[in-house]
C-alpha cells in the first residue's frame, strides 16, 4: 500500500482524476470503478475539464459505481445515478449502455444486487477502481461488520453514515442501499483510495494501523491487495505520524 499526502484537497483530487485520465489514454477500453460523495466533486470536475481539452474519450470505457440507495417513495433524497449524470456522465461521450449503475428504484432490491455482481462478474475485472471512506471506516456501502468476502447485495446503512451524507435531513434519507460487497471491489487491478478532510482522519489512521482484515474497519480488506494508493490531504494524515502503523512503504508528498 503506497500512502501520499498531497499539498492540499485540491491537489489530491487532481492526482486522482489524472490517474483517471492517463488509464484512459493508455487503454480506451479500461473498465472503471467510480465513487461518489462530496470528496470526489472536484475529481469529477477535473475529469469535465480534462475531457472538454481533449485529453480523454470515454467513448470506449465502462464504468461501474460502486453503490446505489434504495429509493422507495418519490420524495426521498436524489439517487447516486442523478448525481454521477450531474457531476460526469452527461458531460462526456460515454454511451449510456456502458454507465452501469444499481436501479434504486428496482422493484426487488436483492435480485437488481444479485444481477449487479452478475454483471462484475461478466465485465471483470475492474482495471482502475477509485473509493472515498466513510468516518466509520466504511468504503462503498459495506459498513462495519461487512465481511471480507462479501458481495454486491442489500445494506442498512449506519446511522453514522446517514448523518455524514445528509446532515441534518438524515432522518429523512434512505435506510438502505445496494452496494458492491467488499470481495467485490478487490478484484479491481488497482485501487485509488481519496481521503480528504479532518472527519476521515480516524478512519484512515485506523486503516493504517491494521495488517490484516478486521470487520470494524471495512477499509483494511485492502491492506492485502498488491496495487493500493491512499491520497490524503494534510488533515485526512494528520492522525499517521502519531501512529506507528504496519504497512510497507511510508508516506510521500504530492
Same mark, same amino acid.
Given at each position: 500500500?503506497?500512502?501520499?499526502?498531497?499539498?492540499?484537497?485540491?491537489?489530491?483530487?487532481?492526482?486522482?482524476?489524472?490517474?483517471?485520465? !492517463?488509464?484512459?489514454? #493508455?487503454?480506451?477500453?479500461?473498465?472503471?470503478?467510480?465513487?461518489?460523495?462530496? *470528496?470526489?466533486?472536484?475529481?469529477?470536475?477535473?475529469?469535465?475539464?480534462?475531457?472538454?481539452?481533449?485529453?480523454?474519450?470515454?467513448?470506449?470505457?465502462?464504468?461501474?459505481?460502486? %453503490?446505489?440507495?434504495?429509493? *422507495?417513495?418519490?420524495?426521498?433524497?436524489?439517487?447516486?445515478?442523478?448525481?454521477?449524470? %450531474? #457531476?460526469?456522465?452527461?458531460?462526456? %461521450?460515454?454511451?449510456?449502455?456502458?454507465?452501469?449503475?444499481?436501479?434504486?428504484?428496482?422493484?426487488?432490491?436483492? +435480485?437488481?444486487?444479485?444481477?449487479?455482481?452478475?454483471?462484475?462478474?461478466?465485465?471483470?475485472?475492474? %482495471?482502475? #477502481?477509485?473509493?472515498?471512506?466513510?468516518?466509520?471506516?466504511?468504503?462503498?456501502?459495506?459498513?462495519?461488520? =461487512?465481511? +471480507?468476502? =462479501?458481495?454486491?447485495?442489500?445494506?442498512?446503512?449506519?446511522?453514522?453514515?446517514?448523518?455524514?451524507?445528509?446532515?441534518?435531513?438524515?432522518?429523512?434519507?434512505?435506510?438502505?442501499?445496494? *452496494?458492491?460487497?467488499?470481495?467485490?471491489?478487490?478484484?479491481?487491478? +488497482?485501487?485509488?483510495?481519496?481521503? &480528504?478532510?479532518?472527519?476521515? #482522519?480516524?478512519?484512515? &489512521? =485506523?486503516?493504517?494501523?491494521?495488517?490484516?482484515?478486521?470487520? &470494524?474497519?471495512?477499509?483494511?480488506?485492502?491492506?492485502?491487495?498488491?496495487?493500493?494508493?491512499?491520497?490524503?490531504?494534510?488533515?485526512?494524515?494528520?492522525?499517521?505520524? !502519531?501512529?506507528?502503523?504496519?504497512?510497507?512503504?511510508?508516506?510521500?508528498?504530492?
Amino acid at each position: 500500500m503506497i500512502v501520499h499526502v498531497a499539498l492540499s484537497p485540491e491537489t489530491g483530487a487532481e492526482y486522482v482524476a489524472e490517474a483517471i485520465t !492517463r488509464q484512459l489514454q #493508455q487503454k480506451p477500453n479500461s473498465i472503471l470503478g467510480l465513487a461518489t460523495g462530496r *470528496t470526489m466533486e472536484p475529481v469529477y470536475e477535473r475529469l469535465r475539464y480534462n475531457y472538454r481539452t481533449g485529453r480523454c474519450s470515454w467513448r470506449k470505457a465502462r464504468t461501474f459505481n460502486l %453503490d446505489e440507495y434504495v429509493l *422507495t417513495g418519490s420524495g426521498q433524497h436524489t439517487s447516486i445515478f442523478q448525481f454521477m449524470q %450531474d #457531476q460526469l456522465i452527461r458531460h462526456i %461521450d460515454l454511451p449510456s449502455e456502458q454507465f452501469h449503475i444499481p436501479n434504486a428504484h428496482a422493484e426487488s432490491p436483492r +435480485k437488481e444486487a444479485e444481477a449487479y455482481e452478475a454483471l462484475l462478474d461478466q465485465h471483470e475485472p475492474i %482495471d482502475l #477502481q477509485i473509493l472515498g471512506i466513510g468516518t466509520n471506516g466504511h468504503i462503498a456501502f459495506n459498513e462495519p461488520g =461487512s465481511a +471480507k468476502d =462479501s458481495r454486491t447485495r442489500i445494506v442498512r446503512l449506519a446511522e453514522e453514515t446517514l448523518t455524514q451524507n445528509f446532515g441534518a435531513t438524515a432522518s429523512r434519507a434512505p435506510r438502505h442501499a445496494i *452496494t458492491m460487497g467488499l470481495g467485490s471491489i478487490v478484484r479491481a487491478r +488497482k485501487i485509488i483510495l481519496l481521503a &480528504t478532510g479532518v472527519s476521515k #482522519q480516524n478512519a484512515i &489512521t =485506523s486503516l493504517l494501523q491494521h495488517s490484516t482484515f478486521t470487520p &470494524t474497519s471495512p477499509a483494511s480488506a485492502l491492506v492485502h491487495h498488491p496495487n493500493v494508493e491512499l491520497i490524503l490531504d494534510p488533515a485526512a494524515a494528520a492522525g499517521i505520524a !502519531r501512529h506507528e502503523h504496519r504497512q510497507p512503504g511510508s508516506a510521500s508528498t504530492i
